[in-house]
């Protein structure tokens, strides 16, 4: 299809954040013309998970963006789930040790006082959850809201109904620059032409501080590599998502080595996926076999059945990582015209519908559902005073 000379909005990126950013500026009626680089869901959007999760957030701003995506997931994209295998599995996370489980217990508390589901389980009833659960557990926790989709199809169907109601879709059309009216952002250059546009959204993820900075602004998106194992497909012997609670703490750090914790689950195609790992090593994409065989030991101590069972293929993906661990999202005021919706870091998926929906409402100057000011994209800025102050 042709590039448009003109839109109201300018996507920049194909994937699950600026699929849903698509969507619903199409719904609130403005033309939308997205452009990406690569095909649809190239980035990290085809190399994650697909977990909708509020069990690893503590109470604060992520955790409220979470909530506030699972009423669009459920609510009005709910007669969409089937097109991107929405599933409500539910999460169990799980103690090794006596310690572990008090921890969780603490945090199971602070999320429950913001609305969270939650129920802890005792170690004798692990298995009820999960019955080929390793023995000697001290105890877990159970959240029935945690759910999945499939992203790529996620990305994909909300691209075409945001196309039915009237967006453009441009796949390998790479941004270049942007057209400048003075500071103001009035529309991308191409390598496929020039698209004239009053408000233009940075939502390519990982890449989001390149596009910043082809603005002349800064948005400190890291990379943060994780691996995923995927094994032989076994129907039904991992009922939910299952993870150590140590996790939690390994999604909240900024240690920027290798970090690795056990995470597995079920697919409704039957395949496990064993995940996790964490590493800021740049842009680097070669496979490092020991990573993956620190995941399946962790794995199999969680899983002792997995010990005999075939990993088919492994992928890797790069987390789109802020410092403060919050995505950036809402109108750069050091750039007006540029919005941002990117670095999601390991959350991207669950919370891009959210994101999707503020970004549609402050491109409207409609009230947004939720604060933006701790997703501000010049916060950094302020925190970058401050130490040198
Ligand atoms: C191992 C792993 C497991 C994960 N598991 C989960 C999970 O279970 N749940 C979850 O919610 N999240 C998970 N994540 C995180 C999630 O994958 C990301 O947060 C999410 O995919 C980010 O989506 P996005 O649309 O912002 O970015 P992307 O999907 O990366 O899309 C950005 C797009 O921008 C395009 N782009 C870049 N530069 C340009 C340019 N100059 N011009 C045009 N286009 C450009 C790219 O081609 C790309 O398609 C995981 C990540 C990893 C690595």
């Not at 620059?177 to 233009?200: E, K, L, N, W, Y």
């Not at 790992?277 to 496979?287: A, I, L, P, Q, T």
Request: aromatic share 6%; glycine share 12%.
């Amino acid at each position: 299809m042709n590039l448009p000379r003109f839109a109201d909005v300018v996507v920049i990126g194909a994937g699950a954040v600026g699929a849903a950013c698509a969507y619903f500026a199409a719904q609130a009626g403005l033309r939308v013309a997205v452009v990406d680089r690569g095909p649809i869901a190239g980035g990290t959007s085809s190399a994650c998970e697909g977990n909708i999760l509020v069990s690893d957030k503590e109470a604060g701003p992520e955790l409220s963006l979470a909530q506030y995506s699972q009423t669009l997931w459920r609510g009005e994209l709910a007669e969409f789930g089937h097109l991107w295998e929405f599933e409500s599995k539910g999460g169990l996370v799980v103690s090794a040790k006596p310690g572990t489980q008090e921890n969780l217990t603490r945090l199971a508390a602070r999320q429950r006082n913001v609305g969270i589901d939650v129920e802890l389980v005792d170690a004798a009833n692990l298995k009820d959850y999960e019955p080929h659960l390793a023995n000697g557990m001290a105890g877990g926790a159970f959240y029935p809201q945690d759910a999945q989709v499939q992203p790529m199809l996620a990305a994909a169907h909300l691209l075409r109904l945001a196309r039915g109601m009237g967006a453009t879709v441009h796949t390998n059309t790479k941004v270049t620059s942007f057209v400048r009216q003075g500071d103001a952002v009035t529309g991308v250059v191409t390598s496929q032409g020039t698209i004239a546009a009053p408000a233009v959204v940075n939502a390519a993820g990982t890449w989001g501080a390149a596009i910043a900075e082809l603005a002349g602004v800064d948005v400190p998106v890291l990379p943060r590599k994780g691996y995923v194992m995927v094994t032989e497909p076994l129907p039904e012997l991992v009922r939910h998502k299952v993870y150590a609670a140590e996790y939690v703490d390994n999604v909240a750090s900024s240690y920027a080595g290798l970090q690795t914790s056990p995470v597995v689950e079920g697919t409704r195609g039957g395949t496990i996926l064993i995940g996790s790992s964490r590493e800021r090593v740049g842009f680097e994409k070669s496979v490092n076999p020991l990573v993956l065989a620190e995941m399946a030991n962790k794995a199999i101590a969680l899983f002792p059945f997995l010990a005999d069972v075939l990993a088919l293929r492994s992928y890797s993906g790069f987390r789109p990582y802020c410092p403060d661990h919050l995505p950036v999202i809402g109108p750069d005021p050091r750039a007006p015209g540029l919005w941002h919706a990117c670095g999601h870091e390991g959350a991207g998926i669950g919370l891009s519908v959210g994101t999707g929906a503020l970004i549609a409402a402050t491109l409207t100057g409609t009230a947004p559902a939720m604060d933006l000011s701790p997703f501000a994209p010049e916060r950094f800025d302020s925190l970058r005073q401050e130490a040198h102050a």
